[in-house]
């Protein structure tokens, strides 16, 4: 996936004002359980050889941002408020840990990542956080807990496919609800209700 091209192309094309991303995690703790949606707070990066930086050096001067709170704090608040103004159960806060994918974690890396704090695991969201930081761009991230990640709850022996489709079909329609509330409520200019 080229990710600067797609963070590129949202803020410098298309003029987006924020960006929020959808993803489908597999939760860590009892209390990230399937069906469960969450706005993480946090993220751990573990992918690799992914772009991450529109700023390298070269014919560039390099950059530093402040990554402290690596998802905009005022986005996060309106989801969360959208949320609540629907009555839609959302849990405020997570530390998401960002693998590189495409295949699932084994039981032994997510206990590892349980270690580090992660609360949630999933293959995107690195590096679009940063890159979107560094064109300053609010960027937030909304998160439907899909499955047991490896070695938790149902998926202590293996992860059951099927039974993510069905978790993903309810809890996205949640998750629609929620942006087009988030649209609604002016948080988003040109947002489609």
Not at 115 to 135: C, S, Y
Not at 143 to 160: E, L, P
């Amino acid at each position: 996936v080229n990710y600067r091209a797609n963070i590129w192309a949202l803020a410098r094309v298309a003029n987006a004002t924020r960006v929020v991303s959808v993803a489908s995690v597999g939760g860590i703790e009892p209390k990230y359980s399937p069906g469960t949606v969450v706005v993480p707070h946090q993220i751990i990066d573990y992918t690799w050889g992914r772009k991450n930086s529109f700023f390298e050096g070269g014919d560039s001067q390099v950059v530093h941002v402040d990554f402290t709170h690596p998802y905009d704090i005022a986005l996060r608040g309106h989801l969360l408020q959208a949320a609540q103004l629907l009555n839609q159960p959302v849990i405020d806060g997570a530390v998401y840990a960002a693998t590189q994918g495409p295949r699932l974690e084994t039981a032994a890396e997510i206990d590892r990542l349980e270690r580090d704090g992660a609360h949630a695991v999933g293959m995107t969201g690195m590096p679009e956080a940063v890159l979107a930081r560094e064109l300053a761009v609010p960027y937030a991230a909304v998160c439907v807990v899909a499955n047991w990640a490896a070695g938790r709850g149902t998926s202590t022996d293996g992860i059951a496919f099927g039974d993510i489709e069905a978790v993903l079909h309810e809890s996205m329609q949640k998750v629609r609800a929620v942006l087009e509330k988030l649209c609604r409520e002016g948080y988003c200019e040109e947002c489609p209700a």
